[in-house]
DNA sequence: ATGGTAGACCCTCTA
């Protein structure tokens, strides 16, 4: 099973690029963010055209989840649980062939602090979803799930996740806070896909729209697929394809993919 | 010193 994360700013702006992609790659699950429309905006004919399932949590003009699978999607789950007032739209969760299957957009918490200094709601918000993240995965290793979370994580885990980490170090996407909280959730028992297969700095999936950081590569590496110990027993691959970022009308995210086998190690 | 990119939307916010 091949499970892509993608953060397409607007999917309405990005169909045509997302079509062709997905046409392409044909990964059997497919898990975007940022589609910056309601559920019912959602382009559902061409992405059904292409033989694709989906779930979607959208809401309009901001943030917004989505799962496609060719496989039925089974017991869909919108929106992260510990927060009833929580009305953004960055996760959703659903089994198939058995794996559970999360598409979450963690929020970027810049600034980090406000006019008075004290952390601002936008980081302190963060934080709070983090915290419920965690507590999420929790549960989905208490019952024993094999499952992934996948998405634009708006955490930049190491320094060689950066190109310049002395520049980002106050923010909300590298400061310790954000990477401590981070590790909490990995320490549960998690694998970063990517980075149990490979070793070094230069793997980034975001590159701003600004000051031509695609053509001088300052990237940063933001968008993760964390698997469950069962999930990472059948890791065989995972890359980063930077070719759809050097496209025209690109996303300022590249797309990320992992391959898991039929069944776990002997 | 300023504005610099992109998307959504109603002009300013988010990233």
């Avoid at 959602?42 to 059904?48: D, K, L, S």
Wanted: proline share 5%.
């Amino acid at each position: 099973m091949r499970i892509a994360t993608w953060n397409v700013n607007s999917v309405k702006a990005r169909l045509p690029v997302v079509v062709d992609w997905l046409g392409e790659v044909q990964p059997d699950v497919a898990l975007l963010q940022e589609i910056k429309c309601e559920a019912d905006a959602f382009p559902q004919e061409a992405i059904g055209d292409l033989g694709y399932n989906m779930a979607v949590v959208g809401q309009r003009a901001y943030n917004g989840v989505a799962i496609l699978s060719k496989r039925p999607l089974e017991d869909v789950r919108e929106g992260l649980p510990g927060d009833p007032e929580d009305e953004q739209a960055r996760y959703v969760e659903a089994t198939v062939d058995g794996v559970r299957i999360a598409s979450l957009y963690l929020p970027n918490g810049n600034p980090v602090s406000d006019a008075t200094g004290q952390l601002s709601d936008k980081y302190t918000y963060k934080l709070a979803w983090m915290d419920r993240l965690r507590d999420r995965a929790a549960d989905l290793l208490n019952e024993d799930w094999t499952f992934v979370l996948g998405g634009d994580f708006n955490v930049i885990p190491q320094a060689m996740d950066c190109y310049d980490p002395a520049g980002w170090a106050e923010d909300a996407l590298y400061r310790l806070e954000t990477r401590r909280s981070f590790r909490s959730l990995v320490h549960l028992g998690l694998v970063d896909a990517y980075r149990a297969l490979h070793d070094g700095a230069g793997a980034y999936t975001f590159w701003d729209y600004q000051g031509g950081a695609w053509n001088k590569d300052n990237g940063i590496r933001i968008d993760h697929l964390l698997l469950s110990p069962q999930a990472s027993d059948r890791l065989d691959a995972c890359e980063i394809d930077r070719k759809p970022r050097g496209r025209a009308k690109a996303s300022d995210h590249t797309p990320v993919i992992v391959t898991l086998k039929d069944r776990g190690l002997p």
